[in-house]
């Protein structure tokens, strides 16, 4: 297609309300040059149509906004569970050192209760 300067006009879709989706030709020059060729390619939707379609575009819009919440609730619990993960890992490696001090501790006790009694059983023998 061709415009009133003789350029290969530039094919558009338009996302105003009025014409969704509709596509159309235009000078391809800037607007200070321009011939002012515009002209649709598509027949006009029936006003039903356009209602329908425009409602599907908001309805569309907000579902995308609420899919966008959930992401960033998703991208925040992710974020929250990585922390905690890396709390329990800390907590876990505190629990495991506790134990092996516990361990130790009882190995002590347990070697001085028997050197106590072996002391005992010597006192008691020499006397």
Not at 36 to 61: C, G, H, S
Not at 77 to 86: A, F
Request: a positive charge.
């Amino acid at each position: 297609k061709r415009c009133h300067c003789g350029e290969i006009t530039n094919q558009f879709t338009s996302t105003t309300p009025y014409n969704p989706g509709r596509r159309f030709f235009k000078c391809p020059k800037p607007d200070i040059s321009s011939c002012n060729y515009w002209e649709y390619q598509d027949y006009v939707l029936p006003d039903r149509a356009l209602i329908t379609f425009n409602n599907m575009n908001y309805k569309l819009d907000a579902a995308n906004v609420k899919l966008n919440n959930k992401k960033s609730t998703l991208d925040a619990i992710i974020l929250e569970r990585d922390r905690l993960k890396e709390r329990v890992d800390i907590l876990k490696a505190l629990q495991n050192s506790e134990v092996n001090k516990a361990r130790k501790l009882e190995e002590k006790v347990l070697n001085m209760k028997i050197f106590i009694m072996i002391s005992w059983a010597i006192f008691v023998g020499f006397v």
